[in-house]
């Protein structure tokens, strides 16, 4: 049972045009959640979270929504860049810190 | 350096072999956590140690993987007798506290022949 799901493997989007990824969770325990970026033969990199007390979190380019009703949440990047290509993992918790991933979503830039 | 480090970045081994792979985290960080990433497949939680507390091993998929760490540091993960569906990159993270950011280091990818 995977609790943590991004259903799209793949997104392809133009230099400068906005990203969305999206990500949806089953648990409803869930209270805090994160996305990372992860390029190969790396660890991934820790970008930006959110608590479940708020429903939008915003760091520079990167912005996160979460929509608990729906229990989705998704990530912006705008403009993206080149150097966004990478592979987006969306994670959530029970404040356990035990992380559970999604299977991640290949984001690629084009010029 | 700054951030998690392990060691070794890759290992390969004779099935049946037992492996001992290392972590360093971030300096000051109290918990400290190990997962995996199977070909294909999302990272998957496997232990968790928050200070001086009994740590969380719900994670670990059999009784040949177990994980210590020492003097609230440095964290070694073992596998006993490994066997080749043990093929993954094996990742520690660290954080400052349970409610702070998981940072990951690079991973140590291993490969059962």
């Known amino acids: 049972d995977q609790q943590v799901k991004q259903n799209s493997p793949s997104l392809s989007v133009q230099e400068g045009r906005i990203s969305i990824l999206n990500c949806d969770y089953t648990?409803?325990?869930?209270?805090?959640f994160l996305w990372y970026k992860k390029y190969p033969a790396e660890g991934p990199t820790f970008l930006i979270s959110?608590?479940?007390?708020?429903d939008k979190n915003e760091d520079g380019r990167f912005t996160v929504f979460l929509n608990k009703s729906a229990k989705h949440l998704s990530l912006h990047i705008v403009p993206s860049q080149p150097g966004d290509s990478a592979v987006y993992f969306c994670?959530?918790?029970?404040?356990?810190?035990?992380?559970?991933f999604g299977q991640g979503t290949r984001l690629t830039i084009n010029p | 350096g700054a951030g998690v480090s392990q060691s070794p970045s890759n290992k390969v081994t004779e099935k049946g072999k037992d492996v001992e792979l290392r972590c360093d985290p971030i300096?000051?960080?109290?918990?400290l956590y190990w997962y995996r990433q199977s070909l294909g497949q999302g990272l998957e939680f496997l232990i968790y140690?928050?200070?001086?507390?009994?740590?969380?091993k719900s994670g670990l998929p059999s009784d040949r993987f177990s994980a210590e760490r020492t003097g609230g540091s440095v964290s070694t993960l073992t596998i006993q007798r490994t066997q080749q569906e043990d093929s993954a990159v094996y990742l520690c993270?660290?954080?400052?506290?349970?409610?702070?950011?998981?940072?990951f280091g690079d991973g140590t990818r291993l490969s059962i022949l």
């Open positions: 994670a959530a918790s029970e404040r356990t810190q035990k992380l559970v």
């Open positions: 959110i608590s479940s007390i708020k």
């Open positions: 300096s000051g960080h109290t918990a």
């Open positions: 140690f928050q200070g001086n507390s009994a740590p969380d």
């Open positions: 648990n409803s325990m869930f209270d805090y």
């Open positions: 993270a660290s954080s400052f506290d349970s409610n702070q950011p998981q940072h």
